[in-house]
């Protein structure tokens, strides 16, 4: 059990309660409306949170996701907590807050055609017990209310008002629970708190507006008195005494454990917990002689036990709905041969748009490129000679070793510059001209780092030698530069290079017109644009502030879209995973964070994440740590197109090297391949084995099978790519050289069985 999220969500729920007492005694001498006092409060608390936004800093949120927290505020803040507030002079607060856990029902119920979840029969129990509690509460009639803080002297029909209004608050918080649901997942705590808070505070206005029209007054008149009170300076003399100031403190304070439970809790557990308010109201009311009568008490508590009912079956159903991966075989590793010369490293698929598929004359596994270790392939020792870069895989190109490819590219061996760290790598694509882009790390200067160097493009258009085109970042500097990925497949036939450039200068400014700021190392995430013919169109910045030393991966989607993840660099330095978008225009989007998992790490990080798509379902996975000795893989959907994305599922907690791929292979399915440690953990030194699952959105990943061993860092990062359907291509290097192996996914003999998507899960 998580104690701190579980204590957060308990002083929330109490600091609720004794807001409610205090504003109601705030409410009684009838000077301030409870509009106004709502006013004040949200008010307040989005002043705060924006502050703390600005000063704490997290993520914003992105496209509609800003309208859904708003529309979600003012339904919570504005409407929902007015007519609670309106209820307390009416039918008491022990009521009002009893009356309030129908928003838990409703919320499950109107679940059901906005966001089209299932209901599962056996909540309709917990539903009539929370329903038998409110009728017990509501039994104890005006008395009760008039003992709990009600007006002294109402009748029947003022206490019924009261039950009224706070039903029509449970209505909107139940109304605004679905609308919100998800919106919040990748939003820091602050910035949407005060997004939400700031609907509830301008909802306020166009209420008055409204209530000014039902009344026979002014709108003007209206809000001039709903707004008059919160110019009064808080005094004796005022209407913000302390008893005011009490509870609208408590109710702002009580909003930071709110969230950071939110954050923490199963979503379940955390709405079960902030229910408790109605028995915390309980003895606070005999603190502030609210007597309330033994039916409200044992209403509270039924009701109580009602709504923590509904939740756990709520929370098992969705647990049920989560059903694994539906693969008939699991995954079926199939190893193949590649004839590679000896001393071959390093593998990385050459990118093409258009993938060859095995029975139309194609070779059966998409060409590669890789690395000849001269230290291996001389073993006679008769000659030292340099690396090598080699091309296996197509015809066109005479044997696998083609160390000729670098010949021409200057005055100094290319070969002998060959700079490759085992996470900074070469890479090809396929342009539609039909020729083949190299980009490859060499050494600059006197570099003795293994990270320093600049990246070489370089033009194959029928064969070897290669015609070097010119640096990809223009006359490099001394320091990092490569982590290069090539995406095939622009709409004007060009190919996109993305790489990390940490040059001396100042930062740039990125895509969202951010400035990086001071002490980011100077990294940046730059792209360009590379022709049919070979041409490199100036470089652009795509963001100014990201993590050192961290491989990048893209995906070309239908439409001729680019996605881009890498490791975005937070302002408190946490190492997220950001998506780039660039349009089929070829204009850069703002980037946006995935999921902020708040992770920080000092130092070169290389363990990038990966992308990888199926028309509009975008998977992106990545290695994180979630405490000390806790490294972890997370995989999160996005069902249109990667503009938004919905929570994470972790995997392989505490068991993954990370190193993770990703590759579609058809029906919403996806391969994820990862490195994993030793079985038994006890030698970090030890060499694990690469490992393959299949993820979907809402499902349970299958198991992991192995794909093949590991050769230390001299493994590098397996390559995955899509194949034809079912099937996905891994190459990487083992104990005995070149490996490659062809994974297929078996498709259930029911196509109504495959996972829906829906990335809320």
């Given at each position: ?47 705060f ?13 992105v ?22 507030f309106?209820a307390?002079?009416?039918c ?6 009893t ?9 499950s ?44 002297g109402k ?7 009261g ?26 705590v ?11 505070a ?5 209420l ?45 304070l009580?909003l ?10 199963p ?27 033994i ?173 070097g085109?010119?640096w990809?970042?223009?006359q ?24 990390l ?18 002490g ?29 030393s ?29 998506i780039?978008?660039?349009?089929p ?5 703002a980037p946006a ?9 000092n130092?070169?990080?290389v ?26 893989v ?37 391969a994820?391949?990862?490195?994993s ?42 390559d ?27 498709r259930p003999e ?12």
């Amino acid at each position: 059990m998580n104690i701190a999220g579980t204590l957060a969500a308990l002083g929330a729920a109490l600091s609720w309660a004794v807001a409610s007492i205090q504003i109601s005694r705030l409410l009684e001498h009838g000077r301030v409306t409870p509009a106004a006092a709502n006013l004040f409060k949200n008010g307040l608390a989005a002043s705060f949170f924006f502050v703390a936004s600005l000063v704490v800093g997290g993520a914003w949120p992105v496209g509609a996701a800003w309208g859904w927290l708003f529309v979600s505020g003012l339904l919570g803040f504005a409407i929902a907590d007015t007519l609670y507030f309106a209820a307390f002079r009416r039918c008491g607060v022990q009521t009002a807050a009893t009356v309030l856990l129908l928003n838990v029902p409703v919320a499950s119920l109107l679940a059901v055609p906005i966001v089209g979840d299932r209901l599962d029969a056996a909540v309709l129990p917990h539903m009539a017990i929370v329903l038998i509690g409110v009728l017990l509460v509501i039994l104890d009639g005006p008395s009760g209310a008039r003992r709990s803080g009600g007006e002294e002297g109402k009748s029947s029909r003022s206490f019924a008002v009261g039950v009224l209004l706070a039903l029509l608050a449970a209505l909107a918080v139940g109304l605004a629970l679905p609308l919100g649901r998800h919106r919040f997942d990748d939003v820091g705590v602050w910035p949407g708190a005060f997004i939400r808070l700031a609907g509830g505070a301008f909802g306020a206005l166009p209420l008055a507006a409204l209530a000014g029209l039902r009344r026979g007054t002014t709108p003007s008149a209206e809000v001039a008195s709903l707004v008059e009170p919160l110019f009064r300076v808080p005094g004796p003399s005022s209407v913000w005494g302390r008893t005011a100031l009490t509870g609208v403190g408590v109710a702002i304070l009580g909003l930071i454990p709110y969230h950071y439970a939110l954050r923490e809790l199963p979503s379940g557990i955390a709405s079960i917990l902030f229910a408790t308010t109605p028995l915390f109201t309980l003895p606070l009311s005999l603190l502030v002689r609210q007597r309330v009568g033994i039916a409200a008490a044992l209403g509270s508590i039924i009701g109580f036990t009602g709504v923590a009912g509904v939740l756990l079956v709520e929370n098992a159903a969705s647990i049920e709905r989560d059903v694994p991966v539906p693969v008939d075989a699991l995954v079926d590793v199939i190893p193949l041969s590649i004839d590679a010369p000896e001393g071959a490293r390093f593998p990385t698929f050459v990118v093409d748009a258009e993938r060859p598929v095995p029975g139309d004359g194609a070779p059966e596994l998409p060409a590669l490129v890789a690395v000849q270790d001269p230290e291996v392939a001389a073993a006679d020792d008769v000659e030292e000679r340099p690396p090598a870069l080699l091309l296996l895989g197509f015809d066109d190109f005479a044997g696998p070793d083609v160390q000729s490819v670098l010949d021409g590219l200057g005055p100094e061996s290319a070969a002998e510059r060959l700079h490759v760290h085992f996470a900074n790598l070469p890479a090809a694509a396929r342009l539609s001209s039909g020729g083949l882009v190299f980009a490859h790390p060499e050494r600059l200067g006197e570099a003795t780092s293994t990270l320093d160097a600049g990246v070489r493009l370089s033009l194959a258009d029928g064969g070897p030698p290669l015609r070097g085109i010119g640096w990809l970042g223009n006359q490099p500097e001394l320091a990092v530069h490569g982590f290069t990925t090539l995406v095939a497949g622009d709409p004007g036939g060009s190919v996109v290079a993305v790489w990390l450039d940490e040059r001396g200068r100042a930062p740039a400014a990125n895509a969202a017109g951010d400035a990086p700021l001071p002490g980011s190392g100077n990294v940046q995430l730059r792209a360009r644009a590379i022709s049919p013919v070979g041409a490199a169109a100036p470089d652009e910045v795509v963001d100014g502030r990201v993590a050192r030393s961290c491989p990048t991966d893209g995906v070309r989607l239908s439409d001729g879209t680019l996605l881009l993840a890498y490791r975005n660099l937070g302002t408190d330095d946490e190492v997220d995973i950001a998506i780039a978008r660039r349009e089929p225009s070829g204009v850069w989007r703002a980037p946006a964070v995935v999921h902020a998992d708040g992770w920080r790490f000092n130092g070169p990080l290389v363990n990038g994440p990966a992308i990888a798509a199926e028309g509009d379902l975008v998977a992106v996975a990545w290695y994180v740590q979630l405490g000390e000795g806790q490294p972890a893989v997370r995989v999160a959907f996005s069902d249109d197109a990667g503009r938004t994305f919905g929570a994470p599922r972790t995997l392989f907690e505490g068991r993954t090297r990370g190193q993770v791929e990703l590759a579609s292979v058809g029906d919403g399915l996806f391969a994820l391949t990862h490195e994993s440690p030793p079985a038994d953990g006890s030698d970090p030194g030890q060499l694990g084995a690469w490992q393959v699952v299949v993820v979907a959105p809402g499902a349970i990943p299958t198991d992991p099978i192995r794909v093949g061993a590991l050769l230390g860092r001299s493994s590098g990062r397996l390559d995955l790519v899509e194949g034809p359907p079912g099937v996905a291509f891994a190459a990487w290097t083992g104990p005995t050289g070149l490996e490659a192996a062809r994974i297929t996914v078996e498709r259930p003999e029911n196509p109504s069985a495959a996972p829906s998507v829906d990335s809320s899960r």
